[in-house]
């Protein structure tokens, strides 16, 4: 079997082709190569555009049989899948490959080695990189990329690669809870004899009693994945903005039996309050189905980029990969930190993996980026599931099943087909009985990762100024530490990462940092006793320019007093007041503090806030004449 190594991103791969594995597109967009007489059966239905497939090729080898079907006119185009030294997972090549010119090497050099492959130029991303295609008169986009690795001008070159990624589901263990203990747990089963731990939840309902309702109906959480049941009663009134990355459109694909994952996902997150059926963390929230898992560069861009576009506050992907040999590129990293930097309008978009559950001691590559907020599962108990990943990029843990504990409740796509091997409501439900025909036990951190999304949107429904960061930095802040103390380093768990989510003491974080963002506007009475006395100070004229600290702004000039001098001794700088009009009133905003650069101020406003003014910030003098 032909071997060939190329670079990569992570180092070098070595690949070698499947012995009955194809790629074919057809003609005809609107006919599936499955259809095909020539095909004996279809395994993937989308990798990097192409059906993978297997072909009736009898006596002929397998490349003969590939050469005689390219030549058929309802063939668009075939190609060889291959396979990774120590992988099981496919790789098919989309024909585009991304290429990085050492810098100083000008357009028309580059055009010479196009032309050399025979590659058309399809997308150019600055001075020295471009995305380019193979077409019909160029060799294999391996060989192609093999090839230019090698030439002094070319700096990278890697081909795109489309491959499935794992969808983190766990099969739940045991029998069916009827209410949703992952929301509020009271301790119990309410109709089997089961015990729980009391209090082993995310304290969700008590975030909502905070919050006095159930979340922002502006508020859109995008979930990236296969297998949305649109019609679902908890998920049918609430689509926002759906894509197909596949089929680049806006009708998502449904009732295919080997995609069903999306849709117990999506109810986790945000199922609606309906009066049937479940609850979602997040039951007001906008649903924005992305449909299409992909690990292609061109793919994975386009789905972040369309989150960005369309106003996607959270993304959620229970899916990934911790196949060594499919580590993510400098591509890949790059298009999940664009739309953790520039969604929502540069606040970034919050954007979570699960960890996994291959019981490994490291994560999901997607989950491991520093951009990502990753999410392990605990159980009924509080306990870490066995199944679920373990590693320093872990950020916190969220309620699941596993390991003999009690599963939690999901919506179920129509055409799912249940757990194979099972009969009966076995498929569904683990103790065969059933709770209707619209759900099913469901758990892993493919649970566990859209019920800290939806989470993620109580927290922006509480506060929505918050940049992604910040979301990431509260989740971690508020979790609960659960396990043993020694398991925790510096406040960090490899198994359980920051702890357990608390949306209670995330959500009330959030309307805590919201209020300090205010501006302080106190009205004191007039002729307060502490304002009055025989005071001595000068008066300079300050210019209005520079920077300076505001604590706040006050209609009495008697607390001006108090304040100035208080501040003065407290951070010994100079005290600037500004004295305005406003609503027919005089107003003095007090700022501690004169400086001629911003970066010196700011430096003032950390020992400021830690002095108590937790509202202070930065202010432009020019502003304030």
Request: charged share 20%.
């Amino acid at each position: 079997m032909s071997k060939l190594t190329i670079k990569s991103g992570q180092g070098e791969l070595t690949l070698k082709k499947s012995q009955n594995l194809v790629g074919l597109k057809t003609t005809d967009p609107d006919k599936d190569a499955a259809q095909s007489d020539f095909v004996e059966s279809e395994v993937f239905k989308n990798l990097g555009g192409f059906n993978v497939v297997t072909l009736k090729h009898d006596e002929q080898t397998l490349d003969d049989k590939l050469d005689e079907v390219r030549s058929l006119d309802e063939v668009a185009q075939g190609t060889h899948v291959y396979f990774a030294e120590g992988s099981q997972k496919p790789l098919i090549p989309t024909g585009e490959l991304f290429i990085t010119f050492h810098i100083g090497v000008t357009e028309p050099e580059q055009q010479i080695v196009l032309d050399e492959y025979r590659l058309e130029l399809i997308e150019r991303r600055d001075p020295v990189t471009i995305v380019a295609k193979v077409t019909a008169q160029s060799p294999n986009p391996l060989k192609v990329a093999a090839a230019l690795q090698n030439i002094a001008m070319v700096k990278s070159a890697e081909p795109d690669m489309d491959s499935p990624l794992d969808a983190y589901f766990s099969a739940p263990g045991d029998n069916l809870l009827p209410n949703e203990w992952h929301l509020e747990n009271p301790g119990y089963v309410v109709d089997v004899n089961f015990k729980l731990k009391k209090g082993a939840d995310a304290k969700v309902m008590d975030a909502w009693r905070r919050l006095g309702n159930m979340g922002s109906g502006q508020v859109t959480v995008a979930l990236i994945d296969n297998g949305f049941d649109l019609t679902h009663p908890d998920l049918k009134d609430k689509v926002y903005k759906p894509y197909d990355v596949w089929a680049n459109s806006s009708s998502i694909l449904q009732g295919d039996a080997r995609y069903t994952h999306g849709t117990p996902c999506a109810s986790v997150a945000i199922a609606a309050s309906n009066g049937q059926g479940i609850v979602g963390a997040a039951p007001a929230a906008r649903f924005m189905p992305v449909s299409g898992t992909s690990f292609s560069v061109r793919d994975t861009e386009t789905m972040f980029d369309y989150c960005i576009k369309n106003g996607a506050d959270i993304i959620s992907c229970s899916w990934g990969t911790t196949d060594t040999s499919q580590r993510l590129n400098t591509l890949k990293e790059a298009a999940i930190a664009k739309a953790a930097k520039e969604g929502r309008n540069g606040k970034g978009c919050v954007i979570l993996f699960a960890a996994g559950n291959e019981d490994l001691d490291y994560l999901n590559f997607y989950a491991a980026h520093p951009d990502v907020i990753a999410v392990g599962a605990t159980t009924s108990l509080d306990e870490h599931a066995s199944y679920s990943n373990r590693g320093k990029e872990l950020s916190v843990c969220a309620p699941s099943n596993g390991d003999g504990q009690w599963p939690i409740i999901a919506a179920r796509a129509w055409w799912d087909p249940g757990l194979s091997g099972e009969t009966g409501e076995y498929r569904f439900w683990r103790d065969g009985r059933s709770r209707g025909d619209m759900y099913k036990h469901f758990g892993g951190t493919s649970s566990a990762t859209p019920l800290v999304a939806g989470i993620c949107a109580l927290i922006l429904s509480a506060n929505p100024d918050l940049t992604a960061r910040e979301v990431k930095e509260i989740l971690q802040s508020t979790a609960d530490k659960i396990g043993q103390s020694y398991e925790y380093t510096g406040g960090h768990s490899l198994k359980y990462g920051y702890g357990r989510v608390n949306a209670d003491k995330a959500v009330a974080e959030a309307l805590r940092r919201k209020e300090a963002a205010k501006p302080v506007v106190v009205e004191v009475s007039q002729g307060i006793s502490s304002g009055q006395g025989l005071f001595r100070f000068g008066v300079t004229k300050q210019e209005a320019v520079g920077w300076g600290i505001q604590i706040g702004a006050f209609f009495d000039y008697g607390n001006v007093l108090i304040q100035a001098e208080k501040l003065q001794k407290q951070f010994n700088q100079p005290i600037v007041v500004s004295i305005n009009e406003l609503s027919g009133k005089t107003v003095y905003k007090v700022v501690v503090g004169a400086f001629s650069q911003k970066a010196d101020a700011d430096k003032l406003g950390q020992t400021v806030k830690a002095g108590g003014y937790s509202g202070a910030f930065t202010r432009n003098l020019a502003d304030l004449a």
